[in-house]
């Protein structure tokens, strides 16, 4: 029989992980998992969703945000700054799951799960995200390039809980876009996804991020192809060569949804819409978010 | 929203939602594994891993030891004294196991808590045994045999639920040497077959494949079973045919039928599934333990231990002459059975693989093939889903090649009224002609040639023909004037709401006022299983008979009341009254009160309806879908679906769109999404609804539902049965859009995305023979 902590502060939290209970926020993904056989139900559960300034999301003072780690997906995609300033991050809280799934889930637990396919960690590496820690030890920021190190397994120490997720300030001219590849435009893990970020100053791309979803380990930044943007016109070469190089940087896997073959193949594609979008965005075009094509079920 | 075909105040034809659509919304209605039974047992399966296996012991004592685990039954335990080559007999694996998901033992304990532990803690000790995968393969005389087989095959049993459904004259089979895998043949020929082909200027030839789909119901298969003081048993079972269950549990376990009960419980959907299923595991547990005992299965114990549809392979020549007349369909089909092959679905797909079409000849073999997977069921309209997406796409291709428009094509070589079937049935009246008039007329398909790049319109038509079967209705006029049907036919679709109307016409009150109770087994008269569309069809009837002999009755009460000839009276909205002086009515009602529901020297105003076998009445359906396909990634997006269906009259139109949608939506799963998968040594591999994908409301288009009438001669007010022909031509349609929006023809289903996106690529060549 396990046990359920629902403290009403975070240091009656921090204490309970110190004391070895996991924490469980939306429930989204573990309830899940349990009931998959995953892995067995915690003996401890310290419920995190209602700790006091836990949720919510607040302008930092350099122009930045700061995102509550209990924020859930339907907050953010409400929130206007998200929608204007971190569209990319929009356009993944926007397909998460199910109006269900999004009211529920929360963006620290996607960012702790460590699903090479969560959706939201490509478009919040694109904006440079940091992750605030804390323990009854105190706090540590650490970068989100690199936070998960394998699939499930993150830099997180058993005692430490995600607090916030903090984007600095968008550069002007700036913008992003997060497109997903999934069959049935709902509630359905994604086969890939690719995130953008790109600046445009006088015609020129003078900073590029690229990120891809469920190609590789863990969700992550393809070097190669911002190497590529940066510089370039954002023209249709540069876009193509960007692409292949995130097909090419791709260690997809094989499954009942898609072969390998299938999803390196579509890891160009949805780049390179991914981009397209993003430059559409900072020419100052609409892009209705999400940017994936949702059909009937658009959020 | 398409227009009503009746107004709303009609009582047939009137929209009016099920009567229980309530409970069914707010989740409020108490399916069977919610009811409270007191000391109740709860049972969890202990399923096979291997999909062969010799079981050579069962470890338990681990699982005994959990607390609250009362017994591990295996198949000796349970106390089975019938024999039959039908899983039913067989509830679990004895020495061998025979798929991935098997049954092996039972575990039952005082809280499902405590059986799922307990399930967790057998081990079963077993060698594995070659495992037979490839149904065509399997056919070969060198092929392991799937399974040991006790004794030989009966479908006797099958064949009276779709009875009327096939296995008319067939032709002699040719010589062919087969494995003992091979449990059904089948072979309509007529005409000379190579010569039409060879005499024909476009033959194409396909090979079509269509994989194992799963129901996916909302409510997964459950029975409590108790225990009688006489040695019998009481069953409450979600159940498509309780009588069926009856009658087989008593063979089953050497039962007299009078020490057998069984209640049916709300349905949360069947399609085909739920029969006799988890009843012989309820049933056998109960009496091995004398206490009341549920197996009620998880989810996932449904999609790997059930009776999904069969995976199929579907070879077809079909050739036209270049004015479009098509001259010969040669077809060899190859279904397979699973683990078990009790439902024949092989002979009704060589009927239906033919179509609604004249062929100036026609060669069809088909082979049921046993295999270690799940044993086969009966999903919505066997074999309909497969023939037609077979057909419907090789007429599309035909069209195509010979330039001629898919319609017009499908216009020449329509069967009329007496024509003869693939198993030469002659075909009664059938609707497909004023359904195709339906489709030309339809803005979609006359605007397709003018629809962006990418995008396309398909047609298909499904048929099914029909079933039918003897039913008997017992009616009551209640001293509140309202009116009481007694049934035993399980509603699974809403057909409770059709009965209030056709009672309500024949008897003239309105349908609130009659009250259907669905009797248990052994109380009601004899009720057909619901399937094969054969409820609204059949039962229909008796309905009407049933409350046409009640009114002839209260009319005579009426009559001596009012003193004035029964001839001269009738009864409108409720009222009784002289014709052309309404003013002089007396409500139904008063009179009912008055003689307390009785009528003339206390003779109760009664009614029953005995109706014995209609002749088949096909229904049939013509399928439009719009798609667009994103040529980078072969996403198929269905943009609008029709769906044209002949009801023959159209009683309860809400109901029928509902059976109609329901219908579209699931054929769009066939087309689009859904495949039970298995590896290469027969584990099943979709086992949740994370990996088998049925379709989200997310990807469906609102879907146009149109009514069209051609009455059939049997059926009460000319109604057909409506619930299999909608799932029939959906996947064709979808596949037939796809081509016309891209010019790849694809031929197996689920058409997904890579594979769309490999057929645009490898130009028209996916699929061909
Ligand atoms: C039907 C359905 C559809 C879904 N669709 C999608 C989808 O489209 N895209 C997608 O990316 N995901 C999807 N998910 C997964 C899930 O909803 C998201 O990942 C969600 O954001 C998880 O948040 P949660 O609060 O529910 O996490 P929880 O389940 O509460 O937690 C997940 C894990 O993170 C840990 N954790 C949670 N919060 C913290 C914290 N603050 N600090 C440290 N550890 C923490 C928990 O201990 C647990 O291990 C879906 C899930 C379901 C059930």
Not at chain 1, 59 to 66: K, P, W
Not at chain 2, 250 to 256: E, Q, S, T, V, W
Not at chain 2, 302 to 320: C, F, K, Q, R, Y
Not at chain 2, 652 to 659: H, V, W
Request: proline share 7%.
């Amino acid at each position: 029989m396990s046990r359920y902590l629902a403290p009403a502060g975070l240091e009656e939290a921090l204490v309970a992980l110190a004391g070895g209970a996991r924490p469980v926020a939306g429930g989204t993904d573990l309830v899940v998992g349990v009931r998959q056989g995953r892995f067995p139900i915690p003996d401890d559960l310290v419920a995190i969703h209602r700790l006091a300034g836990f949720r919510g999301i607040a302008e930092g003072a350099d122009g930045g945000l700061v995102i509550g780690a209990g924020t859930s997906h339907a907050e953010i995609v409400a929130h206007p700054r998200v929608t204007r300033d971190w569209t990319g991050l929009a356009d993944a809280s926007a397909i998460v799951g199910s109006p269900a799934t999004r009211a529920t889930g929360t963006l620290g637990g996607n960012v702790a799960n460590a699903s090479p396919a969560a959706d939201t960690v490509a478009p919040l590496l694109c904006a440079d995200a940091v992750i605030v820690c804390r323990s009854t030890a105190g706090e540590r920021r650490l970068p989100l390039d690199g936070f998960a190190t394998a699939p499930r397994r993150t830099l997180l120490r058993p005692d430490e809980l995600i607090v916030a997720v903090e984007l600095p300030a968008p550069a002007p001219g700036s913008a992003s876009c997060y497109v997903r590849l999934e069959h049935r435009r709902q509630m359905e893990i994604a086969i890939v996804g690719a995130g953008a970020l790109l600046r445009l100053e006088g015609g020129r791309v003078t900073a590029a991020r690229v990120a891809m979803t469920a190609l590789a380990p863990t969700v992550r930044r393809v070097p190669e192809a911002e190497r590529i943007l940066l510089g370039s016109d954002g023209g249709a070469a540069a876009v193509t060569a960007a692409a292949e190089a995130v097909a090419a940087a791709a260690t997809p896997i094989d499954d009942t949804r898609a072969s390998a073959a299938y999803r390196r193949a579509m890891a160009a594609v949805v780049t390179r819409r991914a981009i397209g979008g993003a430059l559409a965005r900072a020419r100052g075009e609409t892009v209705t978010i999400p940017a994936s094509d949702t059909l009937f079920g658009a959020a | 929203m398409t227009a009503p075909v009746h107004p709303e105040s009609a009582v047939i034809g009137g929209r009016r939602a099920r009567p229980d659509a309530r409970e069914r919304v707010t989740g409020s209605i108490r399916y069977c594994a919610d009811e409270a039974v007191p000391g109740l047992l709860h049972a969890r399966l202990v399923l096979s891993v291997y999909a062969h296996a010799r079981i050579d012991s069962l470890e338990t004592t681990e699982a005994l030891a959990v607390p609250g685990v009362v017994a591990v039954l295996t198949a000796e335990d349970l106390p089975i004294r019938g024999k039959g080559d039908m899983r039913m007999f067989s509830p679990l694996a004895g020495r061998e196991a025979v798929f991935a998901g098997q049954p092996i033992a039972l575990v039952v304990a005082e809280t499902p808590e405590a059986a799922a532990d307990g399930a967790a803690r057998v081990w079963v000790n077993a060698t594995p045994l070659a495992v037979v995968l490839d149904a065509e393969a399997a056919m070969d005389p060198s092929s392991p045999l799937a399974r040991e087989r006790a004794q030989e095959h009966d479908g006797e049993e099958i064949r009276s639920i779709h009875a009327g459904i096939g296995g008319h004259e067939e032709a002699a089979a040719p010589a062919l040497a087969l494995s003992r895998n091979v449990v059904g043949r089948h072979h309509h020929a007529r005409g000379e077959i190579d010569a039409a082909l060879a005499a024909s200027d476009v033959v194409i030839r396909r090979r079509y494949t269509t994989p194992w789909v799963y129901q996916a119901y909302l409510e997964p298969h459950a029975a409590t079973a108790i225990p009688t003081a006489d040695g019998g048993v009481e069953l409450a079972v979600a159940a498509q045919g309780t009588q069926y269950a009856r009658s087989q549990l008593a063979k089953i376990f050497g039962l007299p039928l009078a020490k057998v009960r069984v209640r049916g419980t709300p349905l949360g959907g069947a399609f085909g599934s739920k029969l006799l299923v988890t009843d012989p595991l309820a049933v056998g547990a109960a009496l091995a333990l004398g206490r009341p005992v549920r197996v009620a299965m998880t989810r996932r114990e449904d999609i790997l231990a059930t009776n999904p549809a069969p995976g199929s392979v579907l070879e077809l020549e079909v050739g036209a002459r270049a004015d479009g007349t098509l001259t010969g369909l040669r077809a060899r089909l190859v279904f397979d059975s699973g683990a078990w092959s009790e439902w024949t679905i092989e002979s009704i797909a060589a009927i239906l693989v033919a179509g609604p079409w004249r062929w100036e000849a026609l060669d069809i073999q088909a082979f049921g093939v046993e295999t270690n997977r799940v044993g086969t069921g009966s999903y919505r309209g066997p074999g309909g889903p497969q023939a037609s997406f077979a057909i419907e796409s090789a007429l599309d291709e035909l069209a195509g090649r010979l330039g001629i428009d898919p319609l017009e094509l499908r216009r020449r070589n329509l069967s009329q009224t007496g024509d003869p079937m693939a198993d030469g049935t002659p075909w009664p009246v059938i609707g497909v002609s004023a359904i195709l008039d339906e489709v030309e007329r339809h803005p979609l398909w006359a605007g397709r040639a003018t629809l962006p790049a990418g995008e396309g319109v398909g047609l298909g038509v499904g048929v099914w023909a029909g079933a039918c079967a003897p039913a008997s209705v017992s009616a009551r006029l209640e001293g509140d004037g309202t009116l009481t049907l007694i049934t035993g036919v399980v509603d699974m679709s809403g057909t409770t709401g059709t009965f209030q109307a056709l009672a309500a016409h024949a008897f003239g009150i309105r349908p609130e006022d009659v009250t259907v109770i669905v009797a248990d087994a052994h109380v009601a008269l004899t009720s057909p299983t619901s399937g094969g569309s054969v409820v609204t069809y059949s039962v229909g009837r008796s309905v009407v008979a049933a409350a046409t002999e009640a009114r002839e009755r209260l009319l005579r009460y009426a009559s001596q009341e009012m003193e004035i000839e029964p001839g001269d009276l009738e009864v409108v909205d409720g009222i009784v009254r002289p014709r052309g002086a309404p003013e002089r009515g007396i409500p139904v009602a008063t009179l009912a009160a008055r003689g307390e529901g009785k009528g003339v020297n206390g003779q109760p105003i009664e009614g029953q309806g005995s109706t014995e076998t209609p002749a088949l009445a096909p229904g049939s359906t013509g399928h439009l879908a719009h798609v667009r396909v994103d040529q980078e990634t072969g996403e198929v997006t269905v943009l609008g679906y029709v769906l044209i269906q002949d009801a023959g009259k159209a009683i309860s139109p809400a109901l029928i769109e509902g059976q109609m949608r329901g219908g579209a939506v699931q054929g769009l799963g066939w087309a689009l999404w859904e495949a039970l998968r298995f590896d290469e040594t027969g584990q099943p591999i979709t086992g949740s609804f994370m990996d088998y994908a049925v379709p989200r409301a997310s990807a469906i288009p609102p879907i146009e539902a149109r009514i069209v009438e051609v009455p059939a001669p049997d059926g009460p007010l000319g109604a057909r049965g409506v619930g299999e022909a909608p799932v029939c031509g959906g996947a064709a349609a979808v596949a037939n859009a796809i081509a016309a929006a891209t010019g790849a023809r694809l031929a197996t289903l689920p058409m997904t995305a890579p594979e769309v996106l490999a057929a645009i690529s490898a130009g028209d060549a996916n699929g061909a023979a």
